[in-house]
């Protein structure tokens, strides 16, 4: 009798009890996804995202449940474009990596998956806020100098770029109607070097500059020197690969060559225009591109990158990242420098890789990552700054 009074007791609770528990965890999955997918309104530029970030809080709290529902959260949070803070972006990485189920792992491929095709067709630009390649350093502040109608009745607006305080170009764009521009062009502007416009920095650019635009002539003027370029001669585009003779001088891919490095892929659709793709599958390749996905598939940037290393870099193609990627035996000024990535396979299933990363003369930084080889994928599952200076 006890016996069945106390089957009767644990049924009832079972009933009416276990929809309430499924029903507060469902809520409370959703109250973390609204949390972690909020407009984004704050950036963490610093060195290091704080404890009480709501969303990291939100991150931590997904990891201790870690069901395969939690890892839908972090996998959706890594795939919307309009959350752009990196470092959360890394920190749900390590936390799929942390988890390690195979929908965790899962995770991880679909988010490598998704990055992959973010270079098809690269977002149209927008005047404000863009972000820089690497967190440690600040967004750039881009809005137009002026602006200016063509012949053809097409509006431009040009400004300039300032990768750092040291670095400033004028770059040129076309509207798209509403907000949105078409990719920058770098200006050419015959007697100013590109790279380095010391002259321009030492006469207080901003101050001083001023500009006479007519139709498609645009002359700088800055303390009575005129510099002067045609918006058409910045156009022109010997090998009609979509990238004009200009960009590629500054990215140094072949002008006369419509597949600099003959993959099949055309310079202006290839984010990798100097690598051609490869078919290597082995364990340091599948650890540099998970790294590599890591810092850079995470960042909504699209300066170019440049990937400093030897000959056993000549297959790695790295992929996943919102601008060029280039290959070169040595850094190269105005780019976003990545001197190596160096890795060390310490059993079939870890491994340490140490990325160093520079910024023109001036700064740099070097980060170490923990990588696991889970169901059959490298993921990296600690992540840390070593030095910056
Ligand atoms: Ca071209
Ligand atoms: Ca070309
Ligand atoms: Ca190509």
Not at 281 to 300: E, G, K, P, W, Y
């Given at each position: 009798m006890l016996h069945l009074k106390l089957n009767r007791i644990l049924l009832y609770l079972f009933v009416v009890l276990m929809p309430c528990i499924v029903f507060a965890r469902d809520s409370e999955l959703q109250a973390l996804r609204e949390t972690l997918l909020q407009e984004d309104t704050t950036t963490h530029y610093a060195l290091s995202v704080p404890e009480n970030d709501p969303r990291l809080k939100a991150i931590r709290k997904l990891r201790t449940i870690g069901s395969p529902e939690a890892v839908a959260i972090l996998r959706e949070f890594l795939t919307v474009d309009r959350v752009n803070c990196q470092q959360l972006k890394q920190h749900s990485l390590i936390t799929l990596g942390n988890i390690g189920t195979r929908p965790a792992i899962e995770s991880i491929r679909q988010f490598e998956a998704w990055s992959k095709k973010r270079f098809i067709k690269p977002p149209a630009f927008r005047f404000g806020e863009k972000d820089h390649a690497i967190y440690t350093f600040s967004p750039h502040q881009l809005t137009p100098l002026a602006k200016t109608t063509d012949e053809k009745n097409t509006t431009w607006a040009i400004f300039q770029w300032k990768c750092h305080s040291a670095v400033a170009e004028i770059w040129i764009c076309k509207s798209l109607g509403d907000v949105l521009w078409s990719q920058p062009i770098?200006?050419?502007?015959?007697?100013?070097?590109?790279?380095?416009?010391?002259?321009?920095?030492?006469?207080?650019?901003?101050?001083?500059?001023?500009?006479?635009?007519?139709?498609?002539?645009?002359?700088?003027?800055?303390?009575?020197?005129?510099?002067?370029?045609?918006?058409?001669d910045n156009l022109a585009d010997l090998d009609k690969d979509g990238l004009p003779d200009l960009v590629e001088a500054r990215l140094l891919t072949d002008p006369n060559n419509p597949d600099s490095d003959k993959d099949g892929l055309p310079d202006g659709k290839d984010s990798n225009p100097l690598?051609?793709?490869?078919?290597?599958?082995?364990?340091?390749?599948?650890?540099?591109?998970?790294?590599?996905?890591?810092?850079?598939?995470?960042?909504?940037?699209?300066?170019?990158?440049?990937?400093?290393?030897?000959?056993?870099?000549a297959r790695q193609e790295y992929y996943?990242?919102?601008?060029?990627?280039?290959?070169?035996?040595?850094?190269?000024?105005?780019?976003?420098?990545?001197?190596?990535?160096?890795?060390?396979?310490?059993?079939?299933?870890?491994?340490?890789?140490?990325?160093?990363?520079?910024?023109?003369?001036?700064?740099?930084?070097?980060?170490?990552?923990?990588?696991?080889?889970?169901?059959?994928?490298?993921v990296v599952v600690e992540f840390k700054m070593e030095w910056i200076s």
């Open positions: 770098l200006l050419d502007l015959p007697g100013i070097p590109q790279f380095y416009p010391f002259s321009i920095k030492h006469r207080k650019w901003d101050d001083k500059c001023s500009f006479q635009i007519k139709k498609d002539s645009i002359k700088i003027v800055v303390d009575k020197q005129i510099w002067e370029s045609r918006i058409s690598t051609p793709r490869h078919s290597d599958n082995n364990d340091v390749t599948q650890i540099r591109q998970a790294v590599f996905s890591f810092l850079f598939a995470t960042s909504n940037s699209q300066d170019a990158l440049v990937i400093v290393g030897g000959a056993d870099f996943g990242f919102g601008g060029f990627v280039l290959r070169s035996p040595q850094s190269r000024d105005g780019f976003v420098n990545i001197t190596g990535i160096k890795v060390e396979l310490k059993s079939p299933d870890t491994a340490t890789a140490t990325i160093s990363d520079w910024e023109g003369n001036l700064a740099a930084s070097g980060h170490q990552a923990k990588l696991k080889k889970l169901h059959g994928k490298w």
